[in-house]
């Protein structure tokens, strides 16, 4: 990082007021944040803290102006407060904030939900990525009277004691294997299975019977890793062969990979579908579903327990209802494609500076590994020059760049990133490799 006290264009001065906000919150919260790849610990240094956002930036404590690609993580399709999900929270807000009875808000998002995703005929609406993953491993497990689950290594389904095994996210960031505080009997109980391993999925699948077989669709939180052609028709097959319920976590691909999900893109249909990020536009929301037949299991019409205080809160379901209603398919496309831009920018970066690197995009999530191979799974992904990464964040930061904090997250783009910011981030992150690779050089 730049010690400089002088201000460059472009070059986020030293960050005084972030680093005292964040030797106070040390002192608060464990690693001075409330989420752990926060910490910056998949690329050393220190965090900023975040001030404000609008569009495709956010401006930190001291002013420092970033284009960003993390967007809290994914749910921010259409960028940093835009007006029109701010108006309809306003609206909603004056009502009340939570009641704990039926909404009418809760109908409206569903409706738009299966409107996109039509196999979605029965949700149930929650406020975590993790309260959905973990909610659909009851009912997998009640509906089959089977107790093992099949999960992918480096996939992430929140932090539920199931599925915190070979999982990604801040548990691959920080390579974790296992979190201590799972009991073994409950870990015994999830086996994994490389990303694009049919073989060793079959295998696995035939000598245990298995609940459910749950995958991202498109790996984001092990970097981004797409599906061979036939990985996930595969999957269909083996899991109707063996009785196991096909799943796809789709709280980061939902609304970012095809309009209407995974299913669309891939022409597969899953048995149940966990959803999170955009469908709450910046609001704790997440939901899972199915079909009618599954989901009636779900109390208070089935015997299986799931509830929540917060759950189908009003503001977080207008959150969602104006993102949703903003992002036609029109605006996807738009949106897709400027992704395909970044993309191939940075396919051409890598050449110029003849470093080997894989880059790809599926709408408009997005990632990038410093390798000269393919990536498949999560092996292949920590082959990548994760040093490199780590430099190359760090230039592109200090030119106004926020890439995600660990080389094994996806990036993502959003509505306001227009061509302008599109090139703009292009002509930074060439600089920004080039300083990446003189200062790999000197060390
Ligand atoms: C983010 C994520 C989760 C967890 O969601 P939270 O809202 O953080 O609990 C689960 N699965 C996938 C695929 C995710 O990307």
Redesign the pocket.
């Known amino acids: 990082m730049t010690t400089s006290a002088e201000a460059v264009p472009g070059i986020p001065r030293p960050s005084a007021q972030s680093a005292a906000l964040m030797a106070r919150a040390r002192q608060r919260f464990p690693g001075g944040v409330n989420s752990p790849v926060r910490a910056f610990g998949g690329v050393g240094g220190e965090p900023f803290v975040v001030a404000r956002g609008e569009g495709a930036r956010i401006w930190d404590v001291d002013g420092n102006e970033y284009l960003d690609y993390v967007l809290s993580?994914?749910p921010l399709v259409l960028g940093h407060a835009p007006p029109i999900v701010l108006d309809a929270l306003a609206d909603v807000m004056q009502k009340g904030t939570s009641f704990g009875i039926p909404t009418g808000l809760e109908l409206q998002l569903a409706d738009a939900v299966a409107e996109r995703m039509p196999h979605l005929e029965m949700l149930r609406f929650v406020s975590?990525?993790?309260?959905a993953?973990m909610s659909i491993a009851r009912l997998a497990r009640a509906h089959t009277g089977r107790q093992h689950l099949l999960k992918f290594e480096g996939?992430?389904?929140?932090?539920a004691d199931s599925f915190l095994v070979k999982a990604g996210?801040g548990v691959a960031t920080l390579g974790l294997p296992n979190s201590p505080g799972v009991p073994d009997e409950l870990a015994k109980l999830t086996l994994t299975a490389p990303f694009n391993d049919l073989e060793a999925t079959a295998r696995l699948a035939r000598s245990v019977p298995l609940a459910a077989i749950l995958l991202?669709p498109v790996v984001?939180?092990g970097g981004f890793i797409p599906p061979q052609p036939g990985f996930i028709e595969g999957l269909r097959q083996i899991a109707d062969e063996t009785g196991a319920l096909l799943v796809f976590?789709e709280?980061?691909t939902g609304f970012r990979i095809a309009y209407g999900g995974a299913r669309e893109r891939f022409g597969v249909t899953p048995d149940l579908t966990?959803l999170?990020?955009v469908i709450g536009g910046g609001l704790p929301v997440?939901a899972y579903g199915g079909c009618r037949a599954l989901m009636e299991q779900i109390a208070p019409v089935g015997s299986v327990y799931q509830a929540g205080t917060l759950s189908g809160n009003p503001l977080a379901m207008a959150g969602g209802l104006a993102t949703l209603r903003a992002l036609t398919p029109e605006l996807h496309a738009r949106i897709e494609e400027r992704t395909a831009r970044l993309v191939h920018g940075l396919r051409t970066m890598a050449a110029r500076h003849g470093v080997p690197l894989v880059a790809d995009h599926a709408g408009s999530m997005f990632g990038f590994f410093f390798r000269d191979a393919p990536v498949r799974n999560f092996d292949d992904a920590k082959q990548s020059d994760v040093a490199l990464f780590r430099r190359f964040f760090h230039a592109a930061r200090e030119r106004g760049v926020y890439l995600a904090p660990s080389a094994f997250e996806a990036g993502f783009v959003s509505a306001a990133h227009g061509d302008a910011e599109i090139d703009a981030t292009l002509d930074r992150l060439d600089d920004a490799l080039g300083a990446a690779l003189a200062e790999g050089a000197r060390t």
């Not at 975590?128 to 309260?131: K, N, P, Q, V």
């Not at 996939?155 to 932090?159: K, S």
Request: net charge negative; proline share 0%.
């Open positions: 993580w994914g975590s990525g993790t309260e993953a996939c992430y389904h929140g932090h996210s991202e984001g939180n976590d709280v980061m966990a999170g990020k997440a």
